[in-house]
């Protein structure tokens, strides 16, 4: 009986352990690292945290329409790191992202690679940090 309740325990023990491990994403199973994709548009919200941050865009596609491309970006530790807060976006600034586009076009994901803010000449690239 002790051996079926310490398996049990084990058991219990390890799917704990595994579980934010199984939550972590794969980028290359999310993005198409072989691909590059530019929008422009306003910022609607900017998530500073981690694992992840997320800038919420919108932009206006071909057509005239609206789509709001959530952005995902390094995470708070990495971009405080360098320089960047939690006030260094604000929504309603107008900002062009490259990134690398979702696998699924309609979810309008992108993987930044830079970020730029025309209004003040701010930029991000994930080739260097900060201009």
Same mark, same amino acid.
């Given at each position: 009986m002790k051996t079926k309740a310490l398996?049990?325990?084990l058991l219990a023990t390890a799917n704990l352990a595994a579980g934010p491990a199984l939550a972590h994403h794969s980028f290359a199973? &999310?993005?198409d690292a072989d691909?590059? /994709?530019t929008v422009e548009?306003?910022?609607m919200q900017f998530q500073y945290r981690n694992p992840h941050s997320v800038v919420h865009v919108l932009v206006k596609d071909s057509d005239g329409v609206d789509k709001r491309y959530a952005v995902?970006?390094?995470?708070a530790t990495q971009l =405080?790191?360098?320089?960047?807060?939690?006030?260094? &976006?604000h929504a309603g600034d107008t &900002? &062009? /992202?490259? =990134?690398?586009?979702g696998r699924v076009a309609a979810e309008n994901r992108l993987l930044m690679l830079e970020l730029k803010r025309p209004s003040d000449d701010f930029s991000?690239?994930?080739r260097g940090g900060l201009n």
């Open positions: 398996a049990l325990a199973a &999310v993005y691909k590059e /994709v548009g306003k910022v995902e970006w390094q995470g =405080g790191a360098a320089g960047i807060s939690a006030a260094t &976006v &900002v &062009v /992202v490259i =990134g690398h586009p991000w690239n994930n």
